[in-house]
Nanobody, 126 residues
Framework: QVQLIESGGGLVQAGGSLRLSCTAS????????MGWFRQTPGKEREFVAA????????YYRDSVKGRFTISRDNAENSVYLQMNSLKPEDTAVYYC???????????????????WGQGTQVAVSS
């Protein structure tokens, strides 16, 4: 069992920045690709970004490309999401997730993730 603990959410004005962190309770963190998803009330959880187990490859949904950056530190068992130029439509609960999947096509779908954090709220005011 892997526990994922997110932090870093909060309230920010449009155009501002936040950095989300997620720390995993496993000594095999580097075996997992990691992803960030977000969810608003009444909507399905949607893919935001993912990073391969080595950190060498990253993937983003189109609406966050150029604004968000995912990174990881395997020595610290952590993954990060730097969010810049935030927009009101970025408001959501953000979830960190871990997957054993090995193909990038699988990273985009929540059903392919094995472990989830509890979520952290991000609110962007206009």
């Amino acid at each position: 069992q892997v526990q994922l603990i997110e932090s870093g959410g909060g309230l920010v004005q449009a155009g501002g920045s936040l950095r989300l962190s997620c720390t995993a309770s496993t000594r095999t963190f580097s075996n997992y690709a990691m992803g960030w998803f977000r969810q608003t009330p009444g909507k399905e959880r949607e893919f935001v970004a993912a990073i391969s187990w080595s950190g060498g490859n990253t993937y983003y949904r189109d609406s966050v490309k150029g604004r968000f950056t995912i990174s990881r530190d395997n020595a610290e068992n952590s993954v990060y999401l730097q969010m810049n130029s935030l927009k009101p439509e970025d408001t959501a609960v953000y979830y960190c997730a871990a997957t054993r999947a090995r193909t990038s096509a699988e990273y985009y779908y929540a059903s392919n993730y094995n472990y989830w954090g509890q979520g952290t709220q991000v609110a962007v005011s206009s």
